[in-house]
């Protein structure tokens, strides 16, 4: 029950940090659209990689280079481009904060949540290379209960950004305060997208 816990406050603490996934969970949340396919698809995702850590971390240490990391980069800052210049397209149109939207918006939900969660090369340390190293001398039975506490975090993370959103949206749906959060969303894409390049200069530096 102890490893439980412990994956439990260790994948909290992880999750914390504010990100572009979490952003992108808050804005869906807020204009109550698809938030409980978005929050399944992160806490699902979330699950996966967890469990891909803690049960093949040895086979990815040995396996995962640098190369990787800089190819899933420049795929998340051609996604953020897109994602940015998409909100600036539709910065004067009025955001629709209905539950209701056609099958094409559905779809384009979930290849949003897909790339915000699978592009993100911080995914991939948090959940696959720290839960997994530092899981790596825990018991089997240790390992199970540690990656269940861990994706217990990430399922109440997840769905409680999400739906705390959507109980504030009420108080939201006004155009002028709908421009300041898409501001902040715009903003805060194109730093991280910044910070992502940063990155990869860093690696042609290195070599």
């Not at 994948?11 to 979490?22: C, D, V």
């Not at 929050?39 to 240490?61: E, K, N, R, V």
């Amino acid at each position: 029950m102890e490893y439980l816990v412990l994956g439990f406050v260790t994948g909290l603490s992880l999750i914390l940090a504010i990100g572009a996934q979490n952003v992108f969970v808050i804005e869906q949340g807020l204009k109550k659209q698809h938030v409980f396919l978005v929050c399944l698809i992160c806490s699902i995702s979330d699950f996966f990689l967890i469990f891909l850590g803690i049960f093949l971390f040895h086979y990815f240490t040995q396996y995962f280079s640098p190369v990787f990391e800089l190819i899933l980069n420049i795929l998340l800052i051609i996604f953020l481009f897109h994602f940015i210049y998409s909100k600036i397209k539709s910065f004067n149109i009025q955001v629709n904060l209905d539950q209701n939207s056609n099958l094409n918006e559905k779809k384009n939900v979930i290849l949003k949540t897909l790339g915000f969660t699978f592009l993100n090369p911080h995914v991939y340390s948090d959940t696959v290379f720290f839960l997994g190293n530092f899981s790596k001398s825990f018991l089997l039975v240790e390992k199970y209960f540690f990656g269940v506490g861990a994706a217990i975090a990430s399922f109440l993370f997840f769905f409680s950004i999400g739906y705390l959103s959507q109980y504030f949206s009420r108080y939201l749906n006004n155009r002028n305060v709908w421009k300041y959060i898409n501001i902040f969303i715009i903003l805060f894409m194109f730093l991280i997208t910044l910070y992502i390049l940063r990155d990869i200069f860093e690696f042609y530096k290195d070599i």
